[in-house]
């Protein structure tokens, strides 16, 4: 969420339409040096400032890119070719299926093929059981898989995603005939091209269908329940129904902005609303821009999966980029405050700069906060030497997560500033810098490929981050490749911020780290090899003293087979994005609003929901339209069950099943105890209607199905608790201002992962409201949510990527008895409300520690894990925790940003390290248990480790900016 907040300086003068480029960079000076501390309009002490120095750097280092440079005539990605003919049933592809996992992760194999497929004729398919049977459409499939392969390599990407693309399809078309085995992919890449079969080169051009997107095809009778004008609003919008042409020359700006902003939307001086939601769907196509593309709040920018619409930047484009998603007023503010810009997605773009002068140009100005995403996304930007282009420009927010996003060219790929964040599976070529970290408390990147840049990543830390200047305070940087990169990571102050190096492949790469000016920490190598891990920063094994160290091979994880890509030499952890469904005809969806759902927020639609997806299972593509569906009795999702939903629709519990606190009930199980299989959700909401102090929001009981690695899985939802229209959970009955009352009793546990479960998440925010979305003036609320995640997967795996939980009363995260866990990053706050003038936490939820094993804040320090909590009456000592690892084994935590801003609304004491005393609690771990906490941020908190009964590790030697760093905690080093 949203912390610092600023007042800004008188910044209307910088807006002068001659310089947009300059007036961004004085913007941003002034977003940063402003930098102030509140929650909410009431609450507005100035406490820290951001680094002044190091933005003013910053700015004039930028400044000075922006000089003129000569033209260049980079050339664009070719499209696939049209679609003309269907493939004849005996018509195979010269590709071989079987049974054995093999080469999924040969690149290079996938590679070659990518060059031979254009002329590839011959297709076969063997080995597979149920080929006969699956017959038109599983050779769709395939076909399918190849037309895709094309893209997906005519366009940079990689060979994940032709993985995931074969596997998606080849699941969906043969569901259960491929449930025991896992299959791989093997391309023989001596398969010859037979021009004389025209059939067969039909047929490699020819996906399922025409190649139309289904989302275009498929009805759309989305409705925003709590909009004064349901009926007439439309959620769905075709940018091309709005006059958007999508030539490469007619300028189509207008209309698209058009199509974003009709109806009433939430734009400037709505600051948030969820009940004017909007789908912006781009067909295939150029579409030539001249100023930004708005996004408003709660709008989805959804491009053509099966082929990327471009966003062309014309060469007079003027403003601060292609797409901004919150734009600067001219007196300087922002329409939404950044850390409160919520609920946001741009999919499936390419964004393309190099019409304009090399000397400016931005993609994306992406400063956002949590439930927003980028995904699948291709920045193509100029190569001069001179050069003053970025992919994407953040320059504040509190994310968040984006992923699988490709950029070429360009001063900087991404230029990047924002509290925390984590980004995964994106790959830079053909940049000067590769990534600008213009500040932060902790970002995770995972599966980031650089190549051919003169930088990799730029960490421009604060020269006296102790004194709460804030700098880029702490990266986390894994499972990287570099080839042919200068310079790798460049730390602009020495010895300032925590810098993690894990598991980075290196060719032909200068330097790993130097420290400005010149001190060189970590060589490179022209060779090709493999930096285990490299630190920046202080850790420390168990209950032992702390070490700050400089050097290689402090970390080395020992990482579990179930958590890591298998079949892998590099043996990265295992990450997977979400499917798109790119090989489904209209057919292969089915509507709830059309089979017996209303999504009016007043029918109880649990049982049509029910017997829909009870029909659909392993069959079709379950569609949610936007609407609110409200469930009096508990819906269980079936295995193989795979749902999308339009822009985020609600599910809300609500009634009598989830009044009793002693006896909570799920509202959405995600599988029945015991069940193995599919399972993929996709852009969907939960929640409860309150009170609700019975509810368990989700209860997610599914494992993956064997052989199936990440089969189960969930991506771009999220629960959001209270604080929305339709929640009854609103500012009107649960202002700050009104004692905890039972009727904001909102759950009693957001998130359950029951100990059979194994589970893929990502994009996952765990809200329990602290201020309104909708009613009046958006104050602050005091709702009461028990708990937030439990993790209790016995086996695992368990993967969240870009999860966040937040406001829950007893914890954020609460892991016990599991095994086999990999959160990255995870990031908490703690309710606003605790503190003085209220009861401590635990009085706060009555505690269940039997049944869902709440964390006991009473246990004497004569049993054996001890309690920290010595004095439960006093407020300071008792709180609710970010996160409790208990009697776990294998849990990685790669980067946490643990937060406690207020004592009871106040937040005089979160630069002194005193909103709370404890916030991590690792209890009843062995010396074996293989327990990792990677680049731990804390905020407002006095003891940053609590092991057992013993506070281990205190913030004072920590000081980091706003914040506290430590760069490991482990149970054995
Ligand atoms: C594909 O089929 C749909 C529905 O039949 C049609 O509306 C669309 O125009 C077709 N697209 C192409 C490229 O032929
Ligand atoms: C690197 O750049 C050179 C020269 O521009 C080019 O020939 C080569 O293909 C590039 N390699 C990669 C991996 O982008
Ligand atoms: C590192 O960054 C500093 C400050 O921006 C810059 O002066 C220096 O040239 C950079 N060094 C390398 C090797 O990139």
Known sequence: MRLLDRSYPDSSSFLGRTNLRCSLLLLLVATLVAGEIRAQAQVQPALVGRNIDAVNRAASESLQQDVAGPNSEPTLPSTHPPLSRTPKRDAFPDVELDLTPSSFANQEGLIAAQRILPNVLKVTASGLTGVAEAGQSLFDGIAQVLQQSQLAWANLENAANLTRLVQDSLANRLGGSISSSPFSLSINS?????????????????????????????????????????????????????????????????????????????????????????????????????????????????????????????????????????????????????????????????????????????????????????????????????????????????????????????????????????????????????????????????????????????????????????GAASILAYDWTLTNVETAFNITTPDSGTLILDNISIDNVGIVVIAVPDSVLLAGSNQSSVIESWVQGSFLQNKQRMQTVQESSRINVARPPSLIKQNTSSTPWFSRSRPQYEWAQPSDFVNVKELGCAGDGTTDDSQALQRILDDSAGDKIVYVPHGTYYLASTVTFPTGTRMVGEVWPVLMGGGSLFQDASDPQPVVRVGEPGDAGIMEISDMIFSTRGPAPGAIIVEWNIREQEGSQGSAAIWDSHVRVGGFSGTNLEADKCAREQPLSNDCRASFLNLHLTSNSSAYMENTWIWTADHDLDYGDRAQINLLSGRGVLIESAQGPVWMYGGASEHSVLYQYNVVDASNVFLSLAQTETAYFQGKGRAVASAEESLSIETYHDPNFNLSSTQSSGSPFQDPSDPYENRGLGMRIANSTNVFVYGAGFYSFFDNYNQSQVSARRSQKRILWLQDLDDDANVWILNLNTVGVEKMVTVDGQDVVDEGPLRNGFGNTLAAWATSL
């Not at 004389?196 to 399922?208: E, F, G, I, M, V």
């Not at 009433?264 to 100023?291: D, I, K």
């Not at 959804?302 to 966003?311: E, F, I, K, Q, Y």
């Not at 970290?437 to 990147?445: P, T, V």
Request: net charge negative; with cysteine; proline share 5%.
């Open 190 to 470: 001596t398969m010859q091209s037979d021009s004389a079969n025209d059939t067969n080169r039909a047929l490699a051009q020819t996906p399922t269908g025409n190649g139309t997107f289904w989302l275009e095809l498929i009805d759309h009778n989305g409705s925003a329940t709590y909009n004064p004008n349901p009926s007439s609003y439309p959620v769905f919008r075709n940018v091309k129904d709005f006059g958007a042409k999508g030539d490469g020359t007619t300028d189509d700006t207008a209309a698209i902005n058009q199509a974003i902003s009709q109806g009433g939307r939430c734009g400037q001086g709505c600051e948030s609303s969820t009940n004017s939601p909007a789908l912006v769907y781009f067909p295939p196509g150029t579409y030539l821009v001249s100023s930004p593309i708005i996004s408003y709040y709660y709008t989805q920018l959804v491009g053509s999966a099966t082929d990327r619409p471009t966003l062309l930047a014309a060469s007079s484009f003027q403003g601060i980029a292609v797409i901004d998603e919150d734009p600067y007023s001219s007196d300087g503010s922002n329409w939404y405050i950044n850390q409160n810009n919520f609920f946001r997605a741009v999919y499936n773009f390419k964004i393309d700069l190099t019409q304009m002068p090399a000397t400016s140009g931005t993609g994306i100005h992406h400063q956002v906060s949590q439930a927003t995403g980028l995904f699948n996304v291709h920045f193509e930007m100029r190569q001069d030497e001179q050069n003053g282009q970025q992919g994407i420009f953040m320059e504040n927010g509190s994310g968040g997560f984006m992923t699988d996003l490709t950029f070429r060219g360009g001063r900087y790929g991404a230029f990047l500033g924002n509290q925390q964040f984590t980004v995964r599976n994106s790959s830079f070529e053909n940049c000067q810098t590769a990534i600008s970290q213009a500040w932060n408390w902790g970002w995770s990147y995972h599966d980031i490929r650089i190549s051919n840049s003169t930088l990799g990543l730029e960490m421009r830390t604060s020269p006296d981050p102790e004194s709460g200047s804030q």
